[in-house]
């Protein structure tokens, strides 16, 4: 039996990347799984119901305040439960990368828009379906940029750290209500969507990084699932308000 057998997830930004794999590891410990994204998710629904699973598409802009209840609602009429938010929808693969006193305050908006605002609103449209089980479980995706900065995308790190305060007032506010709140923070993670940004300058700058690690090497989306996982069932129902770092042994602390 799955670890999350019975349980309804939802995963923002989980028609690519990382997010898809949230979505076809948490499919697979048995979970019913919501792709949210404003990209077409079909094709996740796809793969997790030839597998055997359920899920649903619901198309979703995580800026966008009706959108996030449309995605609880629906979620919730649809299968009668929600247990789990991933809120991974988040803008890092696209944005040009240049100095902080270059950055545009266009740039900083979209990032906090998505990064900040939609985590936020994830959370505000299924903490009142979570409450009707008296449980829930969100898992918010920070990075390691929180910590180590990144150089080029300040506006990221910012976005980041403001996920780790999220989650640490959220946890607070909400664990009365059995609504336990952490988050991962990855490190670098390669994927098919980064790949057509990839510059030899990037690949200069992650070959670096990669080795700077104590397991010499950065991560797959296979490397940070297992966490997800953990987060969302209920092994780590003690857990709240945590941000866990999965880098490699990048950041030691
Ligand atoms: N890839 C990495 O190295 C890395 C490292 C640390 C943290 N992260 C974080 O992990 C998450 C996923 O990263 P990724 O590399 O898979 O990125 P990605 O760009 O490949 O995927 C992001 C997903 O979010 C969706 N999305 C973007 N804006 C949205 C919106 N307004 N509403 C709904 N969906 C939206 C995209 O359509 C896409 O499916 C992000 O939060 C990112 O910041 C990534």
């Known amino acids: 039996m799955g670890q999350l057998e019975g349980k309804v997830a939802i995963v923002t930004g989980g028609a690519l990347g990382i997010g898809a794999a949230y979505c076809k590891r948490l499919a697979e410990e048995g979970a019913k799984v ?14 997790i119901e030839q597998a055997g699973g359920r899920a649903l598409f619901i198309e979703t802009d995580v800026t966008s305040e009706p959108d996030n209840k449309n995605m609880a609602s629906k979620t919730f009429q649809t299968f009668g439960r929600l247990d789990i938010l991933v809120a991974n929808a988040g803008l890092y693969t696209h944005l040009k990368r240049h100095p902080s006193v270059e950055e545009t305050v ?22 009142p379906e979570m409450k009707k089980n008296g449980y829930g479980k969100i898992v918010n995706i920070a990075s390691t940029a929180a910590f180590q900065g990144t150089p080029g995308i300040t506006r990221y790190a910012a976005s980041k750290a403001a996920v780790v305060g999220i989650t640490r007032s959220m946890a607070r506010e909400y664990g009365d209500d059995g609504i336990r709140i952490n988050a991962i923070a990855p490190g670098p993670i390669e994927t098919e969507t980064g790949k057509p940004y990839e510059t030899e300058e990037s690949l200069k700058r992650r070959l670096v990084s990669g080795k700077k690690r104590a397991l010499g090497r950065n991560g797959l989306p296979s490397d940070v699932v297992g966490l997800c996982v953990f987060l969302s069932s209920e092994k780590s129902d003690f857990m709240s308000g945590q941000t866990v ?6 950041t030691l602390w």
């Open 34 to 47: 919501v792709v949210a994204d404003i990209e077409d998710g079909n094709s996740v629904v796809g793969v």
């Open 106 to 127: 266009q740039e900083w908006d979209d990032v906090y828009n998505v990064n900040v605002k939609g985590v936020w609103l994830g959370a505000k449209a299924c903490i």
């Open 245 to 250: 770092v999965v880098d490699g042994g990048g």
